[in-house]
């Protein structure tokens, strides 16, 4: 059974920092291409940040230069490095893992959610 298991969440002020982790098992991690997705009150679902298992990265243009994602394959987790956090970086944060094994797999966190504000 798979399982994304999201910590690190919480409150913070703006310009404050958190690092979000997602505890994978159950699934061969190194296949998967790990992704952060975030969803506000009222709006779509958006992909945040997301890593290839070979470590290549791509990042939402409005996190760029403030959030870093990376992988541990070692501990099947991953991770989002988040910086000089906004009031709008503001959402509930999902991991998400996207992979082929035995047919395309699509996995996601409960979430975690993230509060920016003094």
């Known amino acids: 059974q798979v399982q994304l298991v999201e910590s690190g969440g919480g409150l913070v002020q703006p310009g404050g920092s958190l690092r979000l982790s997602c505890a994978t098992s159950?699934?061969?991690?190194?296949?998967?291409?790990m992704g952060w997705y975030r969803q506000a009150p009222g709006k779509q679902r958006e992909l945040v940040a997301d890593?290839?298992?070979?470590?290549?990265?791509n990042y939402l243009d409005s996190v760029k230069g403030r959030f870093t994602i990376s992988r541990d394959n070692a501990k099947n987790t991953a991770y989002l490095q988040m910086n000089s956090l906004k009031p709008e970086d503001t959402a509930v944060y999902y991991c998400?893992?996207?992979?082929?094994?035995?047919?395309?797999?699509?996995?996601w966190g409960q979430g975690t959610q993230v509060t920016v504000s003094s």
């Open positions: 998400n893992a996207k992979g082929y094994q035995l047919g395309p797999r699509d996995y």
């Open positions: 159950g699934m061969a991690f190194r296949r998967y291409t």
């Open positions: 890593i290839t298992g070979g470590g290549s990265t």
